[in-house]
């Protein structure tokens, strides 16, 4: 499956532990979807899926999460076998480019080692990243195209299931994700117009668990100076916290696609205007963060309007957030 490159302007911090979300929240875990997603990766699938989400299944105790974790543990071995090649090549490479150096410079020469030194980094990287066991604040973090955990809701009772993140609408061919690449977000303003959010709200509503958020900005705008003579602007990656709050709730809209070798389940966040103090350090759109109370009024959808969905969106979670240049 190919995968086409978007512009990655936002991420998120999500909640990735299933246990708690369904502690919390009062939802199952629907392991069913998750050895579906996990089995499809492992036969070429292509999804991406972060090291947190695999985690929660790796010390299983049930027959159906013993299943999950074998289809971790399998395509890891054979994701650890292809950078083990990788590395050798590159290893190869790095040695002949400084045994030709000694004897003579040339650009070739240098370009092999600069950029064989680079990739056995890389690989080294994504090695080390195939034995953590314990989750780290990037390994939460998603992008379009990764996959995250939703709540949802089916025959009165919520589920926990994994979506891609970047909605491709049922019936939609592959080459959607390039053609409409800015499907991963969803203007609450364009919901009941836009054909691809229309055609499933008020019958496809989830819920994701956010901790915070990146966004980029224009790093003139963010300094509220002009460019300066010839010079040309740049983007800056903030990264934006809620003050007082430790996670928020996302309502999200998400489809089912059959077309295609494997079966899609991907979805959207709702985004409304910004915040006064994320507008001010540079951004035009903030997630729209809802109250808990009103989580179940958005997931049990039955075929409504947006105006139906009213106080999910007129009365948000109050916030303020706090943001620092990333690294």
Known sequence: MTIQSVNMCFSAQVEMDLKKLAKKFGAEIDLESFLELFTQRLNGSGAKISRALEIPFLNPQTPAEKKIAKAINDFNQLEESKREKDLFAQKKRLADAERLLK????????????????????????????????????????????????????????????????????????DFDRKFGGCYNARLDGLDSKFFWKSVLGKNHGVMVVKSFWENVSKHTYERRKPRAGEEDENIVLHFSPKGLDQMIVPCIFDHNEEGEFPLDSFALITDDPNPEVKAAGHDRTPVFMKEEYIDQWLKHESKSLKDYGKVFADKQKTYFEHEVAA
Do not use: C, W
């Open 103 to 174: 004897t003579k410079v040339t650009k070739k020469a240098e370009n092999d080692k600069r950029i064989a030194t680079d990739k056995i980094e890389k690989i080294k990287s994504k090695l080390d990243r195939l034995k953590v066991t314990k989750v780290s604040e990037n390994d939460g973090r998603i992008f379009p195209y990764g996959y995250a955990p939703l709540i949802v809701m089916e025959n009165g009772h919520r589920l926990i299931r994994p979506f891609r993140y970047l909605m491709r609408p049922s019936g939609q061919e592959e």
